[in-house]
């Protein structure tokens, strides 16, 4: 009953989702975009533009009736993002590896002051992931709206419409997506 991999699957899926997310906003920056200008501005651009596809793709898998095949539309959609995507990504992280490495030849080693700054950093931040991870912190709009939708929609095998005349579900509700796609989790 040991939670560990629980906790472990769970990572591995939501670096499947960034990766795929990742790879796919990477493949169309860098077509529509030109080569990358900024590493941190592309990766940071990357995601969000393979975030937006991944909830299109996700929405396009729901109109298609889709989730009622729950663990092959699961990996499908990221295996589809980073088969698409990924090996330009794969390239792209390559040359940034050789580039930093290269970079790290020259630089001088961090002295101990800015180690102890990181690592209050981390520790900053793990006080705030960790409360998070309650799902008593998920806020009422989430609740009732976007977790309400994505378990109707993964319940229904796909996109249906709400003719008892539910409010919510005639607002946007791009999130309802990435949730029903968690809620694929076989």
């Not at 249906?160 to 539910?166: I, K, L, T, V």
């Amino acid at each position: 009953h040991w939670l560990f991999w629980r906790y472990a699957s769970y990572w591995f899926f939501s670096l499947m989702f960034l990766m795929g997310s990742l790879s796919l906003g990477h493949f169309l920056l860098k077509r529509f975009y030109g080569p990358p200008r900024k590493i941190y501005e592309h990766l940071t651009l990357s995601f969000g533009v393979g975030f937006f596809c991944f909830e299109l793709l996700s929405y396009g898998a729901g109109a298609l009736q889709l989730y009622q095949f729950k663990t092959f539309t699961f990996f499908a959609l990221p295996a589809l993002m980073i088969a698409v995507g990924g090996p330009s990504f794969f390239h792209f992280l390559s040359r940034l590896r050789r580039h930093r490495r290269r970079h790290a030849r020259r630089a001088r080693p961090l002295p101990l002051w800015a180690l102890v700054v990181m690592a209050f950093g981390v520790l900053g931040l793990l006080m705030v992931y960790f409360p998070v991870l309650s799902p008593k912190n998920a806020q009422f709009d989430t609740l009732w709206k976007h977790l309400a939708i994505a378990e109707d929609y993964v319940a229904s095998g796909g996109l249906r419409r709400f003719p008892e005349g539910w409010t919510p579900s005639t607002r946007p509700h791009m999130t309802s997506f990435l949730f029903a796609w968690a809620f694929l989790i076989p």
